[in-house]
C-alpha cells in the first residue's frame, strides 16, 4: 500500500466563482414581466459541490438572499442520476438547479484560468440584459 503520486491535482479550498442571473416571473394584474436577479455561484472542485448566493441589494424592498446551501446537485431530468461537475460550467451556458435557470454570464479571472488548465475553452462574458441599441 505505497501511496504513489495520484494525476489528480489537489483542489484544497480552490473555489471557483461564477456570476449568473435568473429570469423571475412577475405576474401583475396587467401584464407579465420578467424581474432579472444576480446570484453567485460557487463551485468547489474538491468535492463537486455548489453553492448559491445572491448578493444583498440595499433597498430594493424584496425578500433577499435566496440561496443554495453547499451540496451536490444533480443534473436536471433525464440525467438526474448524476451530478454537475466542473465542465457543466461556463460563461454563456445555463444551469438548472432545482427548475430554476441560471445563465452565467461572467466569471472571474482565477475561475477563467482554473478552467483553461482543465482543457475547458471559456467564453467570453455575456452582456446580460436587454441590449440598448
Given at each position: 500500500?505505497?501511496?504513489?503520486?495520484?494525476?489528480w491535482?489537489?483542489?484544497?479550498?480552490?473555489?471557483?466563482s461564477?456570476d449568473?442571473?435568473?429570469?423571475?416571473?412577475?405576474?401583475?394584474?396587467?401584464?407579465?414581466?420578467?424581474?432579472?436577479?444576480?446570484?453567485?455561484?460557487?463551485?468547489?472542485?474538491?468535492?463537486?459541490?455548489?453553492?448559491?448566493?445572491?448578493?444583498?441589494?440595499?433597498?430594493?424592498?424584496?425578500?433577499?438572499?435566496?440561496?443554495?446551501?453547499?451540496?451536490?446537485?444533480?443534473?436536471?431530468?433525464?440525467?438526474?442520476?448524476?451530478?454537475?461537475?466542473?465542465?457543466?460550467?461556463?460563461?454563456?451556458?445555463?444551469?438548472?438547479?432545482?427548475?430554476?435557470?441560471?445563465?452565467?454570464?461572467?466569471?472571474?479571472?482565477?475561475?477563467?484560468?482554473?478552467?483553461?488548465?482543465?482543457?475547458?475553452?471559456?467564453?467570453?462574458?455575456?452582456?446580460?440584459?436587454?441590449?440598448?441599441?
Amino acid at each position: 500500500g505505497s501511496s504513489g503520486s495520484s494525476g489528480w491535482v489537489a483542489f484544497d479550498k480552490q473555489v471557483l466563482s461564477f456570476d449568473a442571473y435568473l429570469e423571475e416571473e412577475v405576474l401583475d394584474k396587467s401584464q407579465t414581466n420578467y424581474r432579472i436577479r444576480y446570484y453567485k455561484i460557487y463551485f468547489y472542485p474538491e468535492d463537486d459541490t455548489i453553492q448559491v448566493n445572491e448578493p444583498e441589494v440595499k433597498n430594493s424592498g424584496l425578500l433577499q438572499g435566496t440561496s443554495i446551501r453547499r451540496h451536490r446537485i444533480t443534473l436536471p431530468p433525464p440525467d438526474e442520476d448524476q451530478f454537475y461537475t466542473v465542465y457543466h460550467f461556463n460563461v454563456g451556458t445555463e444551469v438548472v438547479f432545482y427548475g430554476r435557470t441560471f445563465k452565467i454570464y461572467d466569471c472571474d479571472a482565477f475561475t477563467r484560468n482554473f478552467l483553461r488548465k482543465m482543457g475547458v475553452k471559456v467564453n467570453p462574458p455575456v452582456q446580460s440584459g436587454p441590449s440598448s441599441g
